[in-house]
């Protein structure tokens, strides 16, 4: 059962680079859940890399390269919903700036002006499991729920950039809860742990791969030892870190975590009732065949 569409201002999905290439499952999980839940969402080729990736050597041109995203968005009148973390801060950190800074706007789009764009307005940014928790809300995913998933225990994965920049998420870095009442609305339970609020370690696996494992490890084993039977991820980089490389961490430190790793559409997905077979699980790097078995 399909929900009625909700009226609200058009949507650009804005994919990033780590989705499309390393997070397939998650964005077919996405566009399935939106899909049901009567989310229209509006894809744009020319969208391009937020800025993140250089934003530490090359500030200002990182700043050109989200202004640029928000321009095009702007002249297609529509706000941005992003998959990716850092992506998502990025660009709701340089429209902020851009709406409280009239210098930074003026400085701005002299670039942009430069390529025939401009922005007079910028467009709200927003997370899409932000976009879930205070857009749709949690009463009308209710409405959506096919089946409950309360025979799974899970552990929530915030991430670094989820909550950034607080001025704008709302929410306490250091207590957050977005994430474990939108995991609630499927009946899953979730576990606490000491690690919750800690990195991935995919910020410095270009630099030092070993210390990166070690954090990931960290997390990972401890979210185990508290009995979840899954981590629920809204990253497509942690989930780099947490799916794609678990067989590394087994290696390096002579263990076999076995922990699923699933992105929330593809839970919200399961507890709609879309077919596991459509939720891109295929794509997931430990497999979670025991989990979907247990929910039969």
Request: glycine share 8%; aromatic share 8%; proline share 4%.
């Amino acid at each position: 059962m399909n929900l009625p569409g909700w009226k609200v201002a058009k949507n650009l999905l804005f994919l990033g680079c780590t989705v499309p290439v390393r997070g397939q499952n998650y964005e077919i999980a996405t566009r399935k859940v939106a899909e049901r839940l009567g989310i229209e969402l509006t894809d744009e080729s020319d969208f391009a890399c937020c800025g993140f990736p250089i934003r530490s050597s090359y500030e200002d041109t990182a700043f050109i390269l989200a202004a640029r995203n928000l321009a095009i968005a702007e002249a297609k009148g529509g706000n941005i919903i992003a998959l990716c973390s850092s992506c998502t801060a990025t660009l709701a950190e340089v429209s902020h700036t851009l709406k409280e800074d009239l210098d930074r706007l003026t400085w701005t789009n002299k670039y942009l002006k430069s390529i025939g764009m401009e922005i007079r307005n910028p467009v709200e940014v927003r997370h899409f499991a932000r976009y879930l928790y205070e857009e749709i809300g949690i009463d009308h995913i209710k409405k959506g729920i096919e089946r409950s998933l309360e025979k799974l225990v899970v552990a929530a994965h915030y991430g670094c950039h989820y909550l950034k920049p607080s001025v704008l998420s709302g929410e306490d870095p250091e207590d957050p809860y977005s994430l474990e009442r939108l995991i609630s609305v499927t009946g899953a339970e979730t576990v606490d742990y000491e690690e919750k609020r800690l990195c991935c370690g995919g910020a410095i696996l270009g630099i030092d791969e070993g210390v990166a494992l070690t954090i990931a490890y960290k997390k990972l084993n401890s979210v185990r030892a508290q009995g979840a039977s899954a981590l629920i991820s809204i990253c497509p980089f942690c989930s780099v870190m947490f799916d794609d490389l678990q067989r590394k961490v087994d290696t390096r430190f002579e263990t076999t975590l076995n922990l699923p790793v699933l992105y929330y559409p593809q839970l919200l997905g399961l507890a709609l009732g879309i077919p596991e077979a459509e939720l891109g699980f295929k794509f997931n790097k430990v497999r979670a065949k025991k989990l979907l078995e247990s929910l039969k």
